[in-house]
C-alpha cells in the first residue's frame, strides 16, 4: 500500500456536489493499493497512520501523534493512480489492485484504525471525486507498507 498523508486543518470529498466525508485537523489521506497487497499491508498503514508524530508539541517540535495532538481523525480517500506507471505519457495502471482486491484491504485499514479510536471519514471507491484541503504546514509524507511488509525498498 501507498499512501499520500497531508496534515491538515481540514479536508473534505465530494461526489456529485454532495460532501461524502469531512474533517477537521488532521490527516487526509489517499491510498493506494497494490496488486500484491495482503491484510498484514492493511494492519501496518494502519499503524502508521495512526502513529505519525508530525502534530507539534509545547515546544514547537513534531513529537505529537493525532490523538496525542487531540486531532484523531482521518479522511482517507481512495487512490488507485498512486501506483501508476509514468514511464510513458500515459499511465499504466497494472500495479494497482483490482477492485476485488483493493476494497476490501481499504476497508480493512478503515476498520483498524477506527478500532485505535480513530474518526474516519471516506469518499466512496471508484467513484468521481472532488477532495478539498488546508494543508497544515504544509507537512506531506508518503508511507509505503512494502518497505516493511515485503522487505523491499518500494513497489514503485
Keep these: 500500500m501507498l499512501a499520500v498523508v497531508a496534515r491538515v ?3 473534505r470529498v465530494e461526489i456529485d456536489g454532495e460532501t461524502a466525508g469531512a474533517i477537521g485537523r488532521g490527516f487526509l489521506v489517499l491510498l493506494g493499493v497494490h496488486k500484491d497487497d495482503t491484510e498484514e499491508d492493511a494492519r501496518y498503514m494502519a499503524d502508521r497512520l495512526c502513529g505519525l508524530r508530525v502534530f507539534e508539541d509545547e515546544n514547537g517540535k513534531m513529537n505529537l501523534s493525532p490523538q496525542n495532538a487531540g486531532c484523531p481523525s482521518l479522511l482517507i480517500v481512495s487512490q488507485f493512480t498512486l501506483y501508476g506507471d509514468t514511464r510513458q505519457r500515459r499511465p499504466a495502471f497494472i500495479e494497482s489492485a483490482r477492485p476485488d482486491t483493493a476494497i476490501p484491504l481499504y476497508e480493512k485499514v478503515i476498520e483498524f484504525c477506527r ?11 471508484g467513484a468521481d471525486m472532488q477532495v ?5 504546514g504544509p507537512v506531506t509524507l508518503l508511507v509505503d507498507s512494502a518497505s516493511h511488509t515485503k ?3 518500494s513497489h514503485a
Design 9 to 11: 486543518r481540514g479536508a
Design 115 to 125: 478500532g485505535e479510536g480513530f474518526t474516519v471519514e471516506t469518499g466512496r471507491f
Design 151 to 153: 522487505g523491499a525498498k
Design 132 to 136: 478539498f484541503s488546508q494543508n497544515d
